[in-house]
């Protein structure tokens, strides 16, 4: 399911939503939602607590609630709550859905596949996301076996 080509394609949205952010800044969902920000990415942080995030950016408490422009999901989320969220941005006419590893199941991946999005699922997003620090390095590895997507 992952290619080289889904994994740009999701790369090259505009409006890129993030389910799982979290305002502590030591969780992995509010470190990619930094990250992909200073890279340039503009990122609609997700979480059912809503509020604000650093910078005074609102943070949408359901996929529902997001504006139409954004047709593209990053999914930080137990695999319990994933497998919902994805329902519900394919109802809302997402295009594009990226879960990140450990947070979906071998289930919810072959059912996406059964969709009409572009799905990219298991990856992590900071390898490929013009990547530096560990995530270059790791990346690095993955090509030097052979192991990055095609």
Request: aromatic content about 8%; proline content about 5%.
């Amino acid at each position: 399911m992952n290619t080289k080509a889904s994994i740009d394609s999701f790369l090259s949205q505009e409006h890129i939503a993030l389910a799982g952010y979290s305002r502590d800044t030591k969780k992995f969902g509010h470190v990619v939602y930094k990250t992909l920000k200073e890279k340039g990415y503009t990122i609609y942080p997700v979480n059912p607590a809503g509020g604000r995030a650093p910078g005074g950016e609102t943070i949408y408490t359901a996929i529902e609630a997001l504006p139409a422009e954004v047709k593209a999901l990053l999914v930080f989320t137990k695999p319990e709550v994933t497998a919902g969220l994805v329902e519900k941005a394919i109802a809302k006419g997402f295009e594009h859905i990226w879960i990140q590893q450990m947070s979906g199941s071998k289930q919810l991946y072959e059912a996406l596949a059964q969709q009409d999005v572009n799905a990219v699922c298991g990856s992590c997003i900071l390898l490929h996301a013009q990547p530096t620090g560990i995530h270059k390095f790791h990346r690095w590895l993955l090509g030097l076996v052979g192991k990055l997507p095609r």
